[in-house]
């Protein structure tokens, strides 16, 4: 065989096989490339609302105390957006780890039942100071988990580690978030 029927052959055999692959694999890969940019762009945006949530909830904290709730109706405003903002939030984040994703469902739970309370209850009376701290509490938790979940891979097991002993899991269970008093 002469070295230009081997050339011939060879690259018969290549223009074959790059059809082949070109026919009945590149769909399926097109397709999984779809897939997971499209988990990556909705994991990113619930991200960007929790962080704008948690800015959100920053903005309520600092009013924080009956003679500082003026502006009410802003108030209210403020407590409906950050609701808004975290509605099924939990469902479009796939947390790696168990107890980073019960932290993340948990705080996400408390930050959104302080938010409808707050938005529903604040025009009754003025939220005890205890109800500040877990809101406060709650959005730090958040606001960790969030943190974790941004950062890269080879970042995340210490960043986990040093949560954990933050945040126990076993912690991530307590009482829910105390009540505006009704009048």
Request: glycine share 4%; aromatic share 6%.
């Amino acid at each position: 065989m002469s070295v230009i029927q081997t050339a011939l052959i060879s690259a018969g055999v290549a223009a074959f096989v790059t059809l082949l692959i070109e026919y009945f694999a590149k769909p399926a890969l097109e397709a999984r490339k779809e897939r997971i940019l499209a988990n990556h762009r909705r994991r990113r945006e619930a991200l960007d609302r929790i962080d704008d949530a948690l800015f959100v909830i920053g903005r309520l904290e600092t009013y924080g105390g009956p003679e500082e709730l003026d502006p009410l109706s802003r108030h209210i405003e403020l407590a409906e957006e950050a609701r808004t903002l975290l509605v099924n939030v939990t469902r479009d984040i796939d947390v790696p780890n168990k107890q980073m994703e019960t932290l993340l469902n948990y705080a996400a739970s408390r930050c959104y039942g302080a938010c409808l309370l707050l938005s529903s209850q604040l025009a009754l009376a003025s939220p005890p100071p205890e109800f500040w701290k877990e809101l406060s509490r709650s959005s730090d938790q958040l606001g960790d988990v969030s943190e974790y979940l941004r950062s890269g891979r080879w970042k995340r097991r210490g960043l986990a580690r040093e949560l954990q002993t933050r945040w126990p899991v076993d912690e991530v269970e307590p009482p829910p978030p105390v009540a505006p008093p009704t009048t």
